[in-house]
């Protein structure tokens, strides 16, 4: 059974730090793209960030560049995304995701696998 089984998240305030974990099972991990949506209640979902197969390229939203570092452990079958100086607005479920291609147009790419979700909650 495939699966992608998130860990991490939680509170934090704000500037603070969290770390999103997300192991993959079932599949061959480094044959996909990692990345990381969110969506806020009543909002559309976001293309976080990505990172592509191996060691390639990866993307970040303008609303987390700077902020947040995207990385996989391909041994490990793990990705993760470290938050730094997280924001009130980024409160919201996180989603990992494998995919196809990581690019700038992350947002469209098609999804293979979902994760279940993580809530992350920054208080002021």
């Known amino acids: 059974e495939v699966q992608l089984v998130q860990s991490g998240g939680g509170m934090a305030q704000d500037g603070g730090s969290l770390t999103l974990s997300c192991t993959g099972v079932g599949f061959t991990f480094e044959d996909l793209s990692l990345g990381w949506f969110r969506q806020a209640p009543g909002k559309e979902r976001e293309a976080v960030s990505c990172i592509s197969q191996g060691v390639g390229p990866s993307y970040y939203s303008d609303s987390v560049k700077g902020r947040f570092h995207i990385a996989r452990h391909n041994a490990k079958n793990t990705v993760y995304l470290q938050m730094d100086s997280l924001k009130p607005e980024d409160t919201t479920v996180y989603y990992c995701?494998?995919?196809?291609?990581?690019?700038?147009?992350?947002?469209?790419?098609?999804?293979?696998?979902w994760g279940l979700g993580t809530q992350v909650t920054v208080s002021t």
């Open positions: 995701a494998a995919s196809e291609f990581c690019s700038t147009g992350y947002a469209a790419a098609p999804v293979k696998y």
